[in-house]
């Protein structure tokens, strides 16, 4: 879906936080997009997008929650955020933080890959069974 005109806009490799529930769900945006009200955008500018992509990728399922319903993240919850940051020599460590991101995404890489696994077998195992039961009912077992 596309407007003409959107009132908010996310750049390339901002993060993306759904605001609204469901809360918490962060992306990084793949290109310039407008975005809806209950999606943020947010410009990283004085550490490194993909550490604080990171951080706010293992927050996400923590963020407060009352009963069973899901409670917005206001502008103000995202602003007070405290994300822990690497220093180095007073300033923000870029470095570290990259090489923590690094390590991060050949963790999530492997995730991606064991999951890929887990569901090729998954649908084997289906395969398996269903010829399994189709020989039982046969009576060929």
Not at 4 to 29: E, F
Not at 117 to 140: C, H, N, P, S, W
Request: proline share 4%; charged share 30%; with cysteine.
């Amino acid at each position: 879906m596309y407007c003409t005109s959107p009132y908010k806009i996310a750049d390339y490799g901002d993060i993306l936080i759904s605001v609204r529930a469901p809360v918490g769900p962060v992306n990084i945006a793949d290109h310039k997009c407008g975005i809806g009200r209950g999606l943020a955008a947010i410009k990283v500018e004085k550490a490194f997008n993909l550490y604080v992509f990171y951080w706010l990728k293992y927050f996400e399922d923590k963020w407060v929650r009352t009963g069973t319903t899901f409670k917005e993240i206001t502008k103000n919850n995202l602003i007070r955020h405290k994300i822990p940051i690497p220093y180095k020599n007073n300033k923000p460590d870029i470095e570290e933080q990259k090489r923590i991101a690094a390590y991060l995404d050949r963790i999530a890489e492997k995730q991606r890959e064991l999951l890929e696994l887990y569901e090729k077998t998954e649908k084997e195992l289906e395969v398996m069974k269903q010829a399994i039961l189709d020989k039982a009912f046969r009576g060929e077992l």
